[in-house]
């Protein structure tokens, strides 16, 4: 079945490429497709020829849209419109979302499907709108409301933070806060309506309109409560009423939806704990899975695929080079005249790797996608998924696992940086097991070791050793076969809290599947002042070559 996903950056959009990963899965954003322009609709959706359109696209900024009316018509009811008609045209399956937002608030029981919408702001007036286009024109539609949307933050230009993250956020500068308790309604964990949009998909149910918020509601003031509780942070709050915080768009005071077509979803507070605390997850009962996430890769059986990924880890918080990375990220600092990132990014490309993850920290998720946008330009296709915290360089495959699935993975670090070496070989003989480089350093002391035989054999491999037992660092680039996910799954946080790579090869190496190739050329970490600026150096002298026409690259590894 082949899929396409409109919205794919937003915070939907990213669960929903998640739980259809068995598919054919099409991923476009706003730079794909302007779901407003008819004609590109259907000149791109024709050609693509789907089974499924899932429309996650929207303009949600409630206040705004008192003044942007027209424009927040244009998105929530003029979109949703050209993609229903392409659907109906193509004769497949058309999934939009809704709002709680469209009913106006006045009934205490809550909002069943066939309640009479009657929306108070512009706002649901333009969700309803969407509504009642996709009904005109027919199909094979479902029309999904939720509401209070949250979960891993969406890496789309411009996207707003979901309430808990903004009091996630708060809770770290403030002791008191002031939270409405009014306006009852059902957060909606986006990984659960990922899942519940697949069911309702997979188990053809009649087409029309669904609710599918968690169970229960709650005010504000309670949702702030149950996440300062789960966060274990001893916040005083104060319930206050709507009037203290005045807001261009009317709220609805009640807008629980009530799901009647389908076994509820679990409660928001189990929810709201698996988002917040991971380690305290809840896991849906098998009767309630509509697929597996997870594919199961077991360490002793090889990958069948011969598919290479790429991954670039970009995220850190780049320490060494403050105070500049208290502004940005490191990998996105200059490195003569592009971006440090853009380094490793065309070190994947050209060895002929056209599927790439960049995984980024939170705070800078929507520069990196400025100035990277969705690869097409560079003739790749970039995936974004966010590193909320540092934890270790094999977490970076964990992020990436529906990513990686069967396939083979290269991972380099956004902050190394070759020149005159070429990896094209290196990553397209890669069959399975593990790969690592070598790099004769002065200083192998302060760096992961490789030692090897005269045939490339490796023997160990240690980290920052005070006695080396070679003069070769490995440098951040790793192929790995998909194996990999549950190697690293498995490997225990360090004395500082995490996981080493180290860890990683010694697995390989332990099942005699690891071999180490040896780097031309330069190599910076240029995660100091000093590298950086080598780095810089190093790149505008091989610039002033090409231009001057001179093709000897001296070939000197350095750090």
Same mark, same amino acid.
């Given at each position: ?129 969407? !509504?009642? =286009? ?8 479902? @029309? ?5 949307? $949250?979960? /891993? *933050? +969406? ?70 409560? !149950?996440? =300062? ?8 709050? @104060? ?5 203290? $915080?005045? /807001? *261009? +768009? ?310």
């Amino acid at each position: 079945m082949k899929i396409l996903i409109i919205g794919a950056k937003g915070m939907l959009g990213q669960e929903l490429a998640k739980v259809f990963v068995d598919s054919e899965v099409h991923l476009w954003d706003r730079e794909e497709v302007d779901i407003t322009d008819r004609d590109s609709v259907f000149t791109k959706i024709k050609a693509l020829a789907p089974n499924v359109v899932i429309n996650s696209a929207a303009y949600n900024a409630v206040d705004q849209a008192e003044e942007e009316s027209d424009l927040a018509h244009l998105v929530n009811a003029v979109g949703p419109k050209n993609l229903a008609e392409v659907a109906r045209d193509l004769n497949c399956v058309f999934v939009h979302y809704s709002s709680d937002y469209v009913f106006d608030g006045t009934n205490v029981a809550g909002y069943i499907e066939t309640d009479t919408p009657n929306p108070i702001s512009e706002y649901g007036r333009s969700k309803l709108a969407g !509504e009642r =286009f996709v009904q005109t024109v027919g199909g094979q539609y479902y @029309i999904i409301r939720l509401s209070r949307l $949250f979960g /891993r *933050p +969406a890496v789309s230009d411009g996207a707003k933070k979901s309430f808990i993250d903004v009091m996630r956020e708060l809770a770290e500068t403030k002791d008191e806060l002031q939270v409405v308790n009014e306006e009852v309604s059902c957060p909606t964990y986006a990984p659960d309506l990922a899942l519940q949009t697949k069911k309702i998909i997979d188990s053809q149910l009649p087409y029309g309109i669904y609710h599918a918020a968690n169970s229960n509601a709650c005010t504000w003031y309670q949702l702030a409560e !149950e996440t =300062f509780k789960i966060l274990n942070k001893n916040i005083r709050l @104060i319930p206050v009423s709507g009037d203290t $915080f005045p /807001r *261009p +768009a009317k709220r609805p005071a009640y807008s629980e939806v009530k799901n009647t077509k389908l076994a509820p979803i679990r409660s928001w507070q189990d929810a709201l704990r698996d988002y917040l605390n991971p380690s305290l997850s809840f896991t849906p009962p098998e009767s309630e899975r509509s697929a597996p996430i997870n594919r199961p890769i077991n360490i002793t059986q090889k990958s069948t695929s011969n598919n290479m990924k790429g991954i670039v880890l970009a995220g850190g918080k780049g320490t060494r080079l403050n105070p500049l990375t208290k502004i940005t990220s490191k990998q996105l600092l200059p490195v003569f005249n592009k971006a440090m990132v853009m380094y490793p990014i065309e070190t994947l490309i050209k060895a002929g790797i056209k599927d790439i993850l960049i995984i980024v920290a939170p705070d800078y998720a929507g520069d990196f996608l400025r100035l990277l946008g969705s690869g097409k330009e560079l003739g790749v296709k970039f995936t974004y998924e966010i590193q909320d915290e540092p934890k270790g360089l094999p977490e970076a495959f964990i992020i990436g696992e529906n990513f990686i699935g069967d396939d083979n993975v290269t991972l380099i670090l956004g902050d190394n940086i070759f020149f005159g070496h070429d990896f094209t070989d290196d990553i397209r003989s890669f069959d399975s097991g593990g790969r690592i480089f070598a790099v004769h350093v002065p200083d192998p002391e302060r760096f992961g070791v490789v030692e090897f035989d005269s045939d490339l054999k490796v023997l160990s491999i240690e980290e920052k050793p005070q006695k080396p037992k070679s003069s070769y660092a490995v440098p951040g680039v790793y192929i790995y076969d998909n194996r990999v996910i549950n190697i690293a799954k498995g490997v225990k946080p360090t004395w500082r809290a995490e996981t080493d790579i180290v860890e990683v090869h010694k697995a390989y190496l332990g099942l005699n599947e690891l071999d180490v190739r040896m780097v031309r050329g330069s190599w910076y970490d240029a995660g100091t002042f000093e590298s950086l600026l080598q780095a810089s150096n190093e790149a505008a002298t091989q610039e002033y070559k090409k231009q001057i026409g001179v093709n000897n690259d001296v070939f000197i590894n350095k750090k």
